[in-house]
């Protein structure tokens, strides 16, 4: 048995008090009522009395209060056994970390807007299982495939540029990587679901061809899904101290400052192949609504089958045995009916 809020046990304390209470009153009238009339005119007048009726009488009350007082604190009885099934997508977030992704022209920044976006898009899922890869020249698998959210809220939080040794950006390194995560899932837990990556970045690409590592990902029925974060108009890369001060701005190897610009072309160009779709995040958030709602047409599959146990409440039945007792309890006769 567990209780929806055990506190109100504490108030059965009170029945005690209340027996002891309605003793001493009882106890202190009759001493009275016998110094006024005296014991033999007493009993003449009260003729008829019954004690054990009066004593039935208080007692069904003092159980109906105590019933009430538990059906109050909420006691749960038995167990329902349920099975729940988590059903969804197998989706991989690849996130671009490389220096080009601290660039301001969307606020506050490319990296910061795209990983408000990811948390949204996070909120979102309802049984689909999700990992994280962050890439620039190479690429880590920063969250494997999992239902837990919160822990890959947690590995999101903490991606940073700063993080990664390269600050470049190579897309075959994200499939590869890709490639690894979506190879190592056991096909007898959602093997029929779709597999999706999602790729995010500004698009500027400065690896080597990807297209080997595209194919690998066809293979595995894997559909690759774009989002491009940046402006056609660019922005210029700020370079910002431990203590969080702007110390300049990221120079090419001729001195002159750098001005990065959303490079659709490629991005698009992957998705095409992929056989996804290409989105973009600018100010507003509609590029990740657009994926989420083509996220859901996709074939669901089966990751998770657990059952628990469902308390049942008790308290209705209680509660009406309780009033019944006091009700029983107030017309129950103290005196006896006479022929």
Sequence with gaps: MIWQDGLYLWFLLLIPLLIAASWWYNKQLNEKRISFFGSDLFERLRSGFWPLGKGIKHIAIYIGIGLLIIAAA??????????????????LVALDLSASMNAEDVKPSRLEKAKYEVTRLIERLDGDRVGLVVFTGEAYLQAPMTLDYSALRLFLNIAETKQMPSSSTDFSAAMETASEAFGSIKEDKGGNAAKVMLIISDGENHGESYSSA?????DQNVSIYTLGIGTSSGSRIPLYGDSGSLMGYKRNEDGEVVTTKLQPDVLRSIAEEGNGEYYEIRSGGSGIDSFLGRLDELQQGEFASQEYADYKNQYQW??????????FGMVFPKFKIRD
């Design 74 to 91: 909420g006691p749960k009885l038995g167990t329902e056994v349920r099975e729940v099934k988590r059903q969804g997508v197998d989706l």
């Design 214 to 218: 595209l194919q690998q990902l066809r």
């Design 318 to 327: 209680l509660a009406a045995i309780g009033l019944l007792f006091m009700l």
